[in-house]
């Protein structure tokens, strides 16, 4: 069995999608689908069984489940707003914490979603190496719940047996839940496709122009594929970056959209909010070096590429992965 946490959401249920394409139902989905976005991310998927995480943490305090080969922990507060530390030392840290001692303990694969705002403004680069874990500084507290939980299990020296993934901007069907935290592509097509117009936020370094900021934007699928090689290969443990490695603009993002749309470009900027000029990252880009090393080299998707199918496959009729 396989134990998929954060089902309902983005990237977990993509996984399961991509599991139930594989041939794989006995999955155990843990999450809550009382958001209706989220109930629909499920409907189309297969799984054997549904818990809360509450009720698999006690199950996995108790020892009270056995029989699981895998657990791919996707679930945790995401919002890079949010500011209630202990909340997020109970949801991101504690509960990673449990359910890894649980998967040494019982011999089974442990991967989970460290994220790529544990690089913060990028000063230190953007560099997956373990080495470098203590130098890197996040710039909101969820980002230092993500590296705390990092730290811990270098700190414990069970790196090689585990594998943390740091998801860099990812995009595509299934985020239609996450409100404010979706993507700038599906934000982009629901503005473009309602005014004929999509709004950027303005440069405030000389050495950017306006829309010039960049992103490293790496497509779902692509996400998936890449979680699902270190499912594919137990031997392969560390901290992997997940992304294309290619540094876009957010005026390459919006001419893509633009174009599978086949509307006529029409970019607004707009003035950025003051609360967020001094967090607001200029520029990230996943090293690919460490996880190509590893043997992953699958080509992916370009950014045009990527939202051309989003756009064309789901935005705009309306459906989702497993639909």
Known sequence: MIVVT?????????IVHELNSRGRDDILIVDEASDPEKKKNI???????M??????????????????ESIIHMGACSSTTETDLNYLRINNFEYTQHLAKFALETGSRFIYASSAATYGDGEKGYDDDEELLETLVPLNPYGHSKQQFD??????NVLNRIVGLKYFNVYGPNEY?????????RKGFLQISDTKKLKLFKSYRQEYSDGGQVRDFVYIKDAVDMTLYFLDR???GGIFNVGTGKARSWNDLAKAIFEALEIEESIEYIEMPESIRDQYQ???CAKTEKINKAGYDKPVLSLEEGIT???????????????
């Open 6 to 14: 954060g089902a309902a959401g983005f990237i977990g249920s993509a």
């Open 43 to 49: 409907e189309g998927i297969k799984f054997s069984g």
């Open 51 to 68: 818990q809360s995480k509450e009720e698999f943490l006690s199950d996995v305090l108790d020892r009270k489940i056995s029989g699981i």
């Open 151 to 156: 730290l811990w299990a270098k700190k414990e």
């Open 177 to 185: 839940h996450k409100e404010n935290m979706q993507s700038m592509v």
């Open 234 to 236: 137990p031997e392969i």
């Open 282 to 284: 200029y520029y990230t």
């Open 309 to 323: 199918d989003y756009v064309k496959k789901y935005l705009i009729p309306g459906t989702r992965l497993g639909n």
